[in-house]
């Protein structure tokens, strides 16, 4: 019963650091996301998936990159991390316009 | 102007009140609507679709005007178990099936 998994669920990074944030699905879904959270600016969508070697941007996609090589992972990169990339990342995987979230990764860039 | 907007509260009731919160979007072209929970420092969870005619769930009613662009989420006979944020999500017609949009959320909490 494993539904979205994410890690990890937390890390400090320093500014120019890189790291990649694993999201896995076990429901077949075919639809990924990866979302950011901060405090007064509700879900942003960073990057999305539609299947498995398919990526897409989303709102603010600046400084992240995205691999979907296998239908159940969709990875999260930061090549060199900023202190504005602090944050909440949720990844979520969808079926029938319903999401299914991660329970979160709290990042912070010093 | 943001796709969807909420009003941020914090909206404080006492056990057994009814609470109700609106969120109104801007294309008139949305097409699906939902409300979602999400309890401090966790992840969202769906809470109710929100239909046309409006539906129903135990506690929990949610509306949608399409002519004001607006939808709405009634909770009646608040417990504190309901004290969390309400995050009202929007899908526009003709953008990728599940590319959706928030709110910023509406924070509620149930005191006893």
């Known amino acids: 019963n494993a539904g979205v998994t994410q890690t990890p669920k937390f890390r400090v990074l320093k500014t120019g650091q890189s790291m990649t944030l694993l999201c896995a699905q076990d429901m077949n879904h075919e639809y990924m996301y990866w979302y950011r959270q901060d405090p007064g600016m509700g879900l942003r969508l960073i990057h999305y998936?539609?299947?498995?070697?398919?990526?897409a941007k989303g709102e603010v996609p600046d400084g992240y990159n995205v691999s979907r090589l296998k239908k159940q992972n969709f990875l999260l990169g930061l090549e060199s991390a900023a202190p504005s990339q602090t944050s909440v990342y949720f990844c979520?995987?969808?079926?029938?316009?319903?999401?299914?979230f991660g329970s979160g990764t709290q990042l912070s860039v010093l | 102007r943001k796709e969807v907007e909420q009003d941020p509260g914090p909206f404080n009731v006492p056990e057994g009140a009814t609470v109700a919160f609106n969120c109104t979007y801007s294309?008139?072209?949305?097409?699906?609507f939902f409300w979602y929970r999400q309890d401090c420092r966790k992840e969202p969870k769906l809470l109710m679709s929100?239909?046309?005619s409006g539906n129903e769930d135990g506690r929990f009613t949610a509306q949608l005007n399409r002519a004001s662009q607006y939808i709405s989420l009634l909770i009646r006979d608040s417990k504190l178990s309901d004290s969390a944020t309400y995050l009202c999500?929007?899908?526009?017609?003709?953008?990728?099936?599940?590319?959706?949009?928030f709110g910023r959320g509406t924070q509620l909490t149930v005191w006893p």
């Open positions: 999500v929007v899908r526009q017609r003709g953008s990728t099936l599940g590319r959706l949009y």
């Open positions: 998936s539609v299947g498995e070697g398919t990526t």
């Open positions: 929100v239909y046309s």
């Open positions: 979520a995987s969808s079926y029938a316009e319903k999401l299914f």
């Open positions: 294309n008139s072209a949305s097409q699906s």
